[in-house]
């Protein structure tokens, strides 16, 4: 089934499906395309097609190899339609998907050339916003490069900027995908390029371990462990590599690398990496959802609404089509309370399980889990009796705080673009 997209072009078969649209294999004047169809409750906003419109210089100004280049811009009756290049291959999540963990030297030239790109779109005063597995293709027909690393282009620029328009929101919403949102932006900061240096560095945590750092459970729980706790290390990657992973996992913005320092730095290991395995670690437990039993942390605390796991904000845009609601996508949350996030006790994220330690589901694992809870019930009560807080905490287990979160008013005067 095909159908015209605007004058010019005509979309002929669906290649893949997102939570703001449907992309399309298609053909315009040039040649093959990927037209990217917005969802028609986007389209229909007014606002929006004017910000769209607003963007259209930006979006076609920003030319690199690795970012996906937007050729055009269709408002036409009903459609609004982004017309990108097309890459031939498939996206990064899907790899990930495939193979659960990435080779290092793999993993790092990925990160690079994401890297490069951020760096250009940084240099012409674009944040992305929206930087995750799903918005990196690997072009499979291109040489490949260190590793066999498919070289890999960034997409999907201005798509989050767009959803955000202030009437799609109260303006106290965090809009992206909880796994690889900065801190900051949980605190209701304006995004500033550090943003994105934050997610890629999510993005390269996952491809190495499997997971993010801070992902796990309700969308809330993870915005939370974006403040309040710090990564754990990753064991069996070099120091060098996991200072650099660390450093752009920094709560305060001005403390991370500007993407391009983080392309260059990144290749610098590439050599070191040659032959290394992909890292042969277990994910970490699940944590429990909620903490009712022992009282002290119960709920949603963040959403507004309840929080559909098997929809997740993707709208079928074809008529007869499904929407993929396997993809963890956008998500627009209420931003936490400076007294919600102040209750969070600071602690280290899940660290993969170490060796020897027990396996859930294990007897001894939940002779553990008990002694666990019931200290971490104690250790509530206390500290909520303490700090006169009935709300909600963070039951991270009873580390000292990270210092480096930042305060309201930090800003990354390094970058502003
Ligand atoms: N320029 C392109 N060339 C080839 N395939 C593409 C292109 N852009 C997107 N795709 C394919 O279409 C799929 C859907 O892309 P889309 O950007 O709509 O969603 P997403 O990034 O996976 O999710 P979300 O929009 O929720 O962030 C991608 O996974 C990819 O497989």
Redesign the pocket.
Known sequence: MSRKIGSRYTAHQI?????????WLGEGPQGPV?I?LLREDLAADQELVGRFVQERAALLGLNHPRV?GVRDLVVDGNDLALV????RG??LRTRLERERRLAPQVAVAITADVADALAAAHAAGIVHR?VKP??V?LDVHAPAGPGGAPPALL??FG?AKLIDAPSRGNGSRVVGTPDYVAPEIVEGLPPRASVDVYALATVLYELLAGFTPFGGGHPGAVLRRHVTERVAPLPGIPDELWQLIHQCLAKAPASRLRASELAARLREQLPALAGHPPLDIDEPEPEPETYGEYGAYEGTPYAAEPYDTSARGVVPLVHGSAPDST?D??TSMRVPGADELAGGAHGTARAPRAQGAPRAGSARHRAAERRRRIRLGVTATAVAAALGVGGWLALADGEEGDPAIPSPTESDPSETP
């Open positions: 290649l893949g499906r997102g939570s703001a649209g449907t992309v990927a990217k996906v990108m290049d097309l890459v498939t996206d929206d799903e918005n293709l997409t999907d798509i993809r996508t956008h």
